[in-house]
């Protein structure tokens, strides 16, 4: 029997289990939780799991991660969220069963889809596994929690949509004011449940995010008002995004000695930071590529070593704005492990870093090690994404949305020959209309159930980028 424990980045808090740290984001020391190694598949697990489906694949890889959660139980959970009801969006002529269909462009070159859930982006893919554990966890406790998100156009919805109705669960998120879509904004604010509270703050997403780590790094006021997270701070995003990555590599590969590389459209490192996760627990992968859009801090560290996060002021308004992000929380994870897991280093870091600093990892010698993790990077501009759906939609009759087209556009300048590219779908077009009809002259596709979103009344706050008045808001309404 092992015992998983999770240990934060900065090193200066206690290790704890998977199921004390599922409510909550950042550890008491600021840090961000880590498994204390990560379990590895051998070449006979690897082929065991290359013809399993979504449900077998997720519970065989969670159960390795998650183990004071009884196996019984934790196969119900998994079993209830991974369902083709659930992810009923397939395009047409995929199988809904498949939950992450892949759609083959060209020879080595596909779609990832993700975004099949009910929001129509991959935020459904583990925040659908959130609300359920959430929902056993606390009723195994008895208690309740109050939700301080952050999002950008699409972790806000999904987790609306995870959590409406559950018991014991209210959820205020913040969400940068007139930056999402229209059809992201009406997805949020035209949620009238009772235990959802959306407030539009005057500012970026930084400001956002700034704020929930601001409320969870005040320990007294997240006791005592049982402040728990569902951005990609939170541990279980993450670990849930990991099995995507297996089910896309089975999908089109027939032998384990064969590698794939993924693009993957990047704004808070979430998404491919649970690519290198799957990385280090054995799946052959050859390049993670970071797929930014304007905003291009990270492909700047990929190309320099230096990590220089942006102010609000310089955090640029795009038509792909789910990743208008400059200071991405996942990277954390990481450098962690480029560092060779030293706390004392990632303090040294993030102390520059929380303070508006920057740093250059080519001191030490540790920015050279970025290669052997497989990252690679490229950005993108509004002109190469409308470029990319226009041209995805001539050559292969396949409309993408504007983060996709980021990933696409990124991807075709990595391709190897004889090496399988995935490129993740991270959100369907019809969540950014106006943008599909700027490339292609026509709306895009969207599910009947969704007509008339945007034209239905909205329910939400405006306020200012203040920590302490949200936080009075939340204190007024739990
Ligand atoms: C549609 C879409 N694509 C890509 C991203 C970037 O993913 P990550 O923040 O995990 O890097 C996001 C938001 O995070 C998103 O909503
Ligand atoms: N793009 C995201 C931003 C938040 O990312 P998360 O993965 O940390 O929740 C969004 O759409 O909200």
Redesign the pocket.
Known sequence: MFCMKYISTRGQSPALSFSEILLGGLAPDGGLYLPEQYPHFSQNELNAMRSMNYRDLAFTILSRLVDDIPATDLRTIVDKTYRADVYAYARSGQDAEDITPTLKLEDDLYLLSLSNGPTL?F?DMAMQLLGNLFEYVLAQKGETTNIL????????SAAEYAMRGKKGVKVFMLSPHQKMSRFQTAQMFSLQDDNIFNIAVKGV?DDC?DIVKAASNDHAFKAKNKIGA????NWA?VAAQVVYYFKGYFAVTTDNAQKVSFAVPS??F??VCAGHIARMMGLPIAKLVVATNENDVLDEFFKTGVYRPRGSANTYHTSSP??D?SKA??FERFVFDLVGRDAAKMRELWGKVDTGGSFDLNEGGWFAKVADYGFVSGSSNHANRMQTIKATHERYGVTIDTHTADGLKVAQEQREAGVPMLVLETALPAKFEDAIVEALGHKPERPQSLDGLESLPQRFEVMEADAEAIKQFIVDHI
């Open positions: 982006a935020k998100g952050a999002t950008s156009g699409d972790t806000g997403f995010q569902v951005n990609s701070i995003r704004g808070n979430g998404n789910s990743m992000i929380s996942n």
